[in-house]
């Protein structure tokens, strides 16, 4: 009797306990997901975080990388603010991701959101776009220089782009300006419904700029186009259809504006989730699904890891907020 | 004859058997996409990006295309059988539409919509063709300045709208306006009417308030007053014949409206919603019997159905020709094309004329198949009609909660659909007309936007309204259509309407 019941105990502990071991040895090295990612994208289909997400998802099942998938989900509302409200709640949940950008640092700081980037864990910066100034193909304005001295000298005259005050594009105008000596809060920057809506009218004349994202506006650019580009807001020249363009620095203004994107999870998320994603997401850059994805969409890698992405964000809400307070939109 | 060669290259790579399947395949999954509101056609597009990836891209722009104005077509159907619209762009088709079907007349209204969309449809990529290169020039000519005075002309059919009580037109009009104001204020950031809900940062969806106060109101009204056992049966279908007076009735108006909305969907950011109302209100103006619209007038659903299918066609002109979106649905038309590699842009027709000509000749089969598709479905559709009260009532219920719940996944958005019930409900019971406030809460956001862009381009100078030829035209052509019914119902010496 006794050593049947030593055996089945046996027989049910046995496993118990490798299965218990295991999972302790997998908590010390190494964690893997146990059921699929909510990746959120805080928007509707369609915009960059949802493009972000979508793609990331794509080419992670398509190359296999990992055992459990990707779910893409739209949380649209506040610019962001729906979505991290929500994600907020899931403290330690580490099957839950994020796709982030400026707007997570610029939406806090204008106030309309209870949290901001330290909130939530940082995983990795994955990408950037930067930001390019645009004027009419026949502007009298040759380059950066000729606009920001009419902008000196004519305060009204309008610059477009595709975000509201405060936000990414005004902030990437206003920086420049800033840079170039002048008031911030000098420009007259009017808002548009989006990037396409502004560069719209710019081409019918009813403004003399716009400033916007470089990877929305190299279709509009080249041979037999309307619009014509003054500057980028990279470091270096960047490739492709963009390769003419020069930067801001090489025009004698010392400024640089970066759009990133990045991942982001659950606030306290375990150390060993985080290392488990910043592998994968590495190992995603080098799949040639992800190369030719992000050739297409005009996106230029620009990886970091969860600690590096954490300090360029708080430097980031640093330079943001000099900006905003400048223009007399901090809210914080 | 360029445009006719143009056009047979096109119909080679239309008429390749793939993509006569995906077009016949985009337009049937749009037309149930439409008839099922809430899910429009700018996720179901988002959804399908991954899909069409590896796909040659003008079989995926075919495909794509196809979904798009197929949810146009389909969503008439939910609107005119349940007034549940489908899609924004088919709310202006109940304001007629569901009468007919009250009165049994379901079939014929559903048949008259089909022919309106098949013609508008038709007509429009007729003008695609044509004009699209030079129509890009229309397209960028409309700034903020335009907008205003077009928005302003939009406006005034506020008036004709309003049936019984101007001034409960106009009331109904503030509050659709001051609907459209909630959330957060494009211009400066600031929060408007949010009562500090992170909810209520974006707005109000504009899909919400229509299927509450048409459809849930319609439901409210209808449990309220019992079972009702006087209203006329509503099982009847009725035929779907129309005769040959019908025919020329709906002629003139179909014609104009299909010109009407194939101009205003150019213009980028107007879209098959705006179009459908101009093309109502137009064809209300210009009726003999402009006072029965409302009540079942077959042109009350021609006219909107002719323009939104038209205007559907007419907002690929900027996506085609300038590479910029005309409207949420095409900017995600944009984004799938940047996937498939394509660089929309000024250089899109002479570098990729593959898929410009093959999207253009797919679009008349597309629209042949949904003439043949939707006709024989009718009768099937319109049993729905035949369900019994309680059963039909419950269903319109579950349909409004599963569209709203199914666009936002927020239940916020359901409680916000079940308030504007009730409002819509109040509305009915004391006498005050839906349609004035949707239309002010479609246009009063842009309105008020292209405003303060205007003024805060010409530095708050007023004049810039007046300068412009366009937005000048506009704004006299606005002042004469509120000016001249003014003044006939003057002329008419109607007694003030004391009670309604």
Not at chain 1, 110 to 123: C, E, I, L, M, Q
Request: hydrophobic fraction near 50%; glycine fraction near 12%.
């Amino acid at each position: 009797m006794t050593s049947l019941t030593l055996k089945r105990l046996s027989v049910f502990a046995l496993p118990i306990a490798a299965f218990a071991g295991m999972s302790t040895a997998a908590q010390a090295q190494e964690w893997t997901p146990e059921r699929s990612i909510e990746f959120v994208a805080p928007a509707n289909p369609g915009g960059g975080w949802d493009t972000l997400v979508r793609t990331m998802s794509r080419v992670i099942q398509q190359e296999e990388l990992a055992d459990e998938s990707f779910a893409a989900i739209n949380v649209p509302g506040g610019g962001g603010a729906v979505a991290w409200a929500q994600v907020a709640r899931d403290s330690g949940n580490p099957h839950k991701l994020f796709a982030t950008s400026p707007p997570m640092i610029l939406v806090p700081l204008a106030g309309a959101s209870r949290y901001d980037h330290t909130d939530f864990t940082p995983v990795a910066r994955i990408n950037t776009d930067y930001s390019i100034i645009l004027v009419a193909a026949d502007s009298e304005y040759q380059n950066l220089e000729d606009l920001l001295n009419a902008l000196k000298e004519d305060p009204s005259l309008s610059v477009g782009g595709g975000s509201a005050p405060g936000s990414m594009d005004h902030i990437a105008i206003a920086g420049l300006a800033s840079a170039a000596g002048m008031e911030a809060s000098a420009v007259n920057y009017i808002p548009f419904s989006g990037g396409g809506d502004a560069m719209t009218n710019l081409m019918g004349g009813h403004i003399e700029a716009v400033v916007g994202g470089a990877g929305e506006a190299v279709g509009q650019l080249g041979e037999g186009s309307q619009l014509r580009a003054l500057g980028v807001s990279s470091e270096e020249r960047l490739g492709g259809g963009l390769s003419e363009v020069p930067t801001y620095q090489e025009q004698g203004f010392d400024y640089t504006f970066d759009i990133w994107r990045g991942v982001m999870g659950a606030p306290d998320m375990p150390e060993e989730a985080v290392a488990y994603y910043e592998d994968l997401f590495a190992e995603m850059l080098e799949t040639d699904a992800w190369r030719e994805a992000s050739d297409q969409l005009g996106w230029i890698d620009a990886y970091q890891n969860s600690e590096e992405f954490g300090a360029f964000l708080d430097q980031q809400q640093e330079q943001f907020s000099d900006v905003l307070s400048e223009l007399g939109l901090l809210r914080q | 004859m360029d445009a006719f060669n143009n056009l047979m290259y096109g119909f080679g790579i239309a008429l390749e058997p793939i993509n006569i399947a995906y077009v016949f395949a985009g337009v049937f999954a749009g037309t149930i996409i439409g008839m099922l509101p809430g899910l429009g056609p700018i996720s179901a597009l988002a959804l399908m990006i991954p899909i069409t990836f590896a796909m040659e891209p003008s079989s995926g722009l075919i495909l794509m295309a196809g979904v798009y104005y197929g949810a146009i077509f389909g969503g008439s159907t939910s609107s005119i059988l349940l007034n549940a619209p489908g899609v924004a762009g088919t709310v202006a088709t109940s304001f007629d539409g569901y009468p007919m079907a009250k009165k049994g007349l379901a079939g014929k209204a559903l048949a008259i919509a089909a022919y309106s969309s098949f013609v508008g449809g038709t007509v429009s990529v007729i003008f695609l063709m044509l004009v699209a290169p030079l129509l890009s020039k229309v397209a960028v000519s409309f700034g903020p300045s335009e907008y205003f005075a077009l928005m302003v002309l939009g406006l005034t059919a506020v008036v004709s709208l309003s049936d019984k009580s101007l001034i409960k037109g106009l009331i109904a009009a503030v509050v659709g306006v001051i609907i459209s104001i909630v959330g957060i204020d494009m211009q400066t950031g600031t929060e408007r009417f949010t009562f500090g809900s992170v909810q209520l940062l974006d707005g109000i969806d504009f899909l919400v308030v229509a299927l509450g106060i048409f459809a849930l109101a319609e439901v409210f009204y209808m449990l309220l007053r019992g079972g009702g056992g006087k209203e006329a049966p509503r099982n009847a279908i009725g035929s779907l014949k129309l005769t040959r007076s019908e025919v020329k009735e709906i002629a003139g108006p179909v014609g104009r409206s299909s010109v009407l909305g194939f101009f205003t969907g150019v213009l980028p950011g107007a879209g098959a919603t705006i179009g459908s109302f101009l093309g109502y209100s137009m064809e209300k103006r210009i009726a003999k019997d402009g006072d029965t619209f409302g009540q079942g007038n077959i042109k009350g659903v021609a006219a909107p159905e002719a323009a939104n299918n038209a205007a559907c066609t007419g907002s690929f002109v900027p996506l085609l020709t300038l590479g910029v979106p005309g409207s949420g649905t095409t900017a995600v038309l944009l984004g799938a094309l940047l996937v498939m590699g394509v660089n929309p842009g000024p250089m899109m027709l002479t570098e990729r004329p593959d898929v410009f000509w093959g999207v253009v000749a797919s679009m008349y089969i597309g629209n042949i198949f949904l003439l043949v598709l939707n006709l024989p479905l009718i009768p099937l559709i319109a049993k729905i009609l035949d369900l019994p009260k309680p059963l039909l009532l419950s269903l319109i219920l579950i349909f409004c909660m599963i569209g709203v719940y199914g666009m936002s996944f927020s239940v916020f958005d359901l409680l916000l659909l079940l308030g504007f019930g009730l409002v819509g409900l109040g509305m009915r019971l004391f006498g005050f007309p839906a349609a004035p406030l949707i239309l002010a809460l479609i246009l009063g956001n842009i309105m008020e936007e292209s405003l303060r862009r205007a003024l805060q381009i010409s530095g708050g100078d007023w004049m810039t309204f007046i300068d412009k030829p366009i937005s000048l035209g506009l704004l006299v052509v606005a002042l004469l259509s509120l000016g001249l019914p003014l003044l006939k119902k003057r002329r008419k010496k109607i007694p003030p309407d004391v009670a309604v």
